[in-house]
């Protein structure tokens, strides 16, 4: 694409082979199931720390109960009665390993997907960008986990875990420097 002083930019977006939204797709799919696992994850954990008396039941009795109870858990406009039945089969201390091990492979599918994206939009060049944006968000995870107790500082870290686990950074990573050169140029 060339401006009207004659400078030759490479498109944002490559219309002509728009394997980028194909990636999107997925990143959006993806992005649904693992938000949709990790709250029934969660909500699971919290209902067996609400009754001690669960975490001793043997993994069908547990099950049983939560077939008869089904304890609801209302996110923003949706009600969820159901849970994955194999969390029955799990302590409460397994289901917080388990609950780490699936933010860190999601984190690491989503850095893959982020990755795709640039490569597919043709600006894999800027992946130390990405690098250095899952760097300074994983710190200040980190920080906020480490210092501030209690749900505040897990709150905050929450937050930074759900955008690295969108597609903004690669979206931001693709658009703010090619429209930053762009406006660069027209003067």
Known sequence: MTNSAGIIHKPILPWKRPYWLLVLGMMLVFGFY????????????????????????????????????????????FVMTGTWNGFHHYSLIQLGRLKWALSIAILLVFFGLDALFLRSTGHLDRWPWLIIMYAIAGTIMLIF??????????????EFLSFLQSPLPSLLIVLVPSLLERMRHIE
């Not at 720390?49 to 001793?56: A, I, Y």
């Not at 986990?145 to 929450?158: D, E, F, M, Q, R």
Request: proline letters at 9%.
């Open 34 to 77: 693992q938000e949709r696992a990790k709250v029934q994850l969660n909500h699971y954990v919290e209902v067996l720390q609400e009754n001690p008396e669960l975490q001793k039941m043997p993994s069908e009795l547990r099950e049983k109960w939560w077939d008869i109870n089904q304890p609801p858990k209302r996110i923003h406009y």
């Open 145 to 158: 986990i480490g210092l501030v107790p209690g749900k505040s500082g897990y709150g905050v870290a929450h």
